[in-house]
């Protein structure tokens, strides 16, 4: 008998497995959701870093809240950019009112409250 390896039969059904065209559908039957649909769930809850994701997927409608972290899709947005904030609460951990009526400026300035969605 030669020296030949045996293959783990576990190994060998994965390989099938991903090779077949019928396994995206099979897992939607499965799972309950789309393949997409179970990538973003996972992505969402094993990430603690939101501006790593706007940046990394290139999201357009999505914010990360430069103090608290979380997403955001309509917030204050400050010096064009440069910072986020979701809330009133987030916003005056670093400006006062005041503060921020200077950088509003009556809608002139580049510091405002904005939405990015329709
Ligand atoms: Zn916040």
Redesign the pocket.
Known sequence: MSMETKKDPVEVLREEIMASPKLEEFFTDMVGMSLKQYMAGYVIDNTTDVEELVDELDLEDTRC?S??G?P?YEGYCIENGAEY???D??LHKHLTDEEYENLYDEGRGNSYWTSWVD
Do not use: D, V
């Open positions: 809240c103090e608290c979380s955001m904030y979701c809330s609460e987030c």
